[in-house]
């Protein structure tokens, strides 16, 4: 098979010489200068780092000398600082370099001294201080995990994985555990009879040494993987548990060591191996997809893990980091299809930085990497989330129909697609499928508890359902900074809503002081709708307002708030221009909602009459073409 990697020479860590490897207990305990029951209470209370190769009948277990080290000069170092006021005895660590002869020089046990405050100290480090682990076996592996009578385990329909801990000694070196974290994450989540956590709900415990069994109840698991990365020159090394949180203990542990080049491959067993630890169940074309394998450029992956970890932030300077990072992968690798989808995808963020001049050829490059990356793998998720984003665009008059098939092709592909839930729920709001947004929505947050797209998505869909208790309460439940503004101004809009005007009042003079600048213009239509039938005379200048604001920066919001205002001024012509250019600039359903009282002062008018008719006929149309065997929710 062309695509195919060549054999790795040497897959297993077992593979390694002996010196590297310790393969008993007491081997473990030699190494450590202690007794057997002392290095099981470490690995057992302090997460140390011993695996476990899994039988029929028995397990046996094995360390790595360079791990141990690691994990000492990590955790020990600081044990032995705590400890020496309690244990006068107990003489500073050294640390020596790992190799071949080299050992750890470990203090006494505090468990031995009976000391107090080794329970308490324990506790505090118990989830994230060992070397956690992440699995590579194969399908054939898994195979006979069920016939030995693995059968009797309880289906796993919820993981999450936790932040990989980078055990290079190398700070600089973050960006590979966390890129392999993310990747990981991915892979997961392609497979369907999984929920897999995703990447921005987990990053919140880096570091942070929280029980496995809070995360879990904070993220509504059933299991954690934990893990780490070692990545020397050009090897790459992860090794991996399944923690219950039931008990906060590892069922499951094993460790993979590939070359760089054939990490994907390595990625690959990772998930296949957790996968058949879960008992997850495959689809056909799921296990088609995990077939598909091919060597990749060691200097294009590491760009490629570069730019991720730029990528989640939220600065210009980052984001042309990015960028530059993925357009030098794609050029070493040119059949490197991960690498174009994310340059597509990084391209789509850099759209929130540039001028309405640059806007253009920013969004040809965009396409230009989405259809590359596609013609060399149809299978990426993450170009078909970047192609529907550049069709929800002013430039292409948000092609709801059009960007909703790019959105559901990428969850046919990864159904652990927070963002392509949160997408969808976003388009249905605005073609009035409310209940098919709650549902998306509700998956989103279900994968993402910190996604606050999906929580706005909600939140509309609640409030153009008339659920306004229920949108309120979303609204102000959303996190900053998404959105800040429009949120702001929702909130405001629906409390005038309730009929609660002073709340609304005090509301939007604090979104005023906070967004002086309200570029989009959803402050200005809030207070001109606010104050249209009290000061007529300011709610006309705050709607011209947003009328200087729309040439640079347009928004179906404000549009429709100016349109609100204009209505309840009597301004039937000027109302029904503001609801066109709502419905032109991606919002047409907006002026189909006939029981919104803002627009009951020109609800006779044969001007708003003739639009609303108009403007039903070419909503019912959108919907149809989006669902052809539904009705449209009301």
């Known amino acids: ?275 058949g630890h879960v008992r997850a169940r495959l689809t056909a074309p799921e296990q088609a997809r995990l077939g598909k394998l091919r060597p990749v450029n060691p200097e294009a992956y590491e760009s490629v893990l570069r730019a991720r970890y730029l990528s989640v932030r939220t600065t210009d300077a980052d984001s042309q980091a990015a960028i530059a990072l993925l357009e030098h992968a794609v050029a070493l690798d040119p059949e490197f299809a991960p690498a174009y989808a994310e340059l597509a995808v990084a391209h789509v963020v850099r759209l929130t930085f540039v001028t309405p001049e640059e806007t253009g050829e920013l969004e040809q490059k965009a396409f230009a990497a989405a259809e590359k990356a596609l013609s060399l793998d149809p299978d990426l998720p993450e170009a078909y989330l970047a192609r529907g984003d550049l069709l929800w665009t002013h430039s292409h008059h948000f092609a709801h129909e059009r960007a909703a098939q790019e959105f559901r092709r990428a969850l046919s592909l990864n159904p652990n697609s927070d963002g392509a839930h949160r997408r969808l729920a976003r388009v249905y709001v605005h073609v009035g499928f409310f209940e098919e947004a709650l549902q998306h929505a509700s998956i989103a947050l279900a994968i993402n508890p910190s996604n606050a797209q999906a929580l ?76 249209a039938e009290s000061e007529p005379l300011k709610a006309a200048a705050l709607i011209e307002t947003v009328a200087r604001r729309k040439a640079v920066n347009p928004a179906h919001h404000a549009a429709y708030f100016a349109a609100s205002a204009s209505a309840r001024m009597g301004r039937a012509k000027e109302a029904v221009d503001w609801l066109r250019e709502a419905a032109e600039t991606g919002f047409p359903c907006y002026p189909l909602f006939a029981r919104d009282p803002n627009l009951d002062p020109i609800r006779s008018d044969p001007i708003f009459q003739g639009f609303m008719a108009d403007l039903q006929k070419r909503s019912a149309v959108l919907r149809k073409a989006m669902f052809p065997d539904r009705q449209s929710s009301r």
């Open 456 to 531: 706005n998505s909600r939140a509309q869909a609640f409030l153009w359902m008339g659920k306004d208790e229920e949108a309120l309460a979303t609204f102000l439940s959303i996190p900053g900074p998404v959105l800040p503004e429009l949120v702001e101004a929702n909130t405001v809009f629906t409390l005038l809503r309730l009929g609660r005007r002073e709340e609304a009042s005090l509301q939007l003079k604090a979104a005023l002081r906070k967004y002086p600048n309200d570029k989009g213009g959803n402050l200005a239509g809030i207070e001109a709708m606010r104050l």
């Open 1 to 275: 098979m062309p695509n195919e990697p060549p054999p790795p020479s040497s897959a297993r860590i077992g593979d390694e010489e002996p010196s590297d490897r310790l393969d008993s207990w007491k081997d473990i305990a030699a190494y450590l200068k202690r007794d057997v029951s002392t290095v099981q209470r470490w690995e057992k209370r302090e997460r140390m780092p011993v695996h476990r190769h899994v039988h029929d009948r028995l397990g046996t277990v094995y360390g790595f000398r360079p791990e141990l080290d690691a994990w000492w000069r990590g955790r020990g170092s600081g044990l032995a600082q705590q400890q020496a006021a309690a244990v006068e005895t107990t003489a500073t660590p050294t640390t020596v370099e790992s190799g071949e002869d080299s050992q750890p020089h470990v203090p006494p046990d505090p468990g031995d001294h009976a000391n107090p405050g080794y329970v308490r100290w324990a506790r505090r480090w118990l989830v994230l201080a060992g070397l956690g682990a992440v699995v590579l076996v194969t399908i054939a592996y898994v195979s006979r995990f069920e016939r030995a009578g693995d059968r009797t385990k309880p289906e796993i329909g919820s993981l999450a994985v936790l932040p990989l801990d980078n055990l290079s000694d190398d700070p600089t070196q973050e960006y590979v555990a966390d890129g392999m974290t993310e990747a990981l994450i991915t892979e997961l989540g392609k497979i369907g009879s999984l929920r897999v956590i995703a990447r921005t709900s987990v990053m919140k415990y880096k570091g942070t040494h929280t029980p496995p069994s809070k995360v879990a109840r904070e993220l509504g698991v059933q299991a954690l993987v934990a893990g780490s990365v070692l990545r020397s020159g050009d090897r790459v090394r992860i090794t991996a548990q399944l923690i219950d949180p039931d008990t906060d203990r590892p069922t499951w542990s094993d460790v993979y060591e590939r070359n760089l080049r054939d990490v994907l491959t390595l990625q690959r067993e990772v998930t296949v191996a957790i996968a």
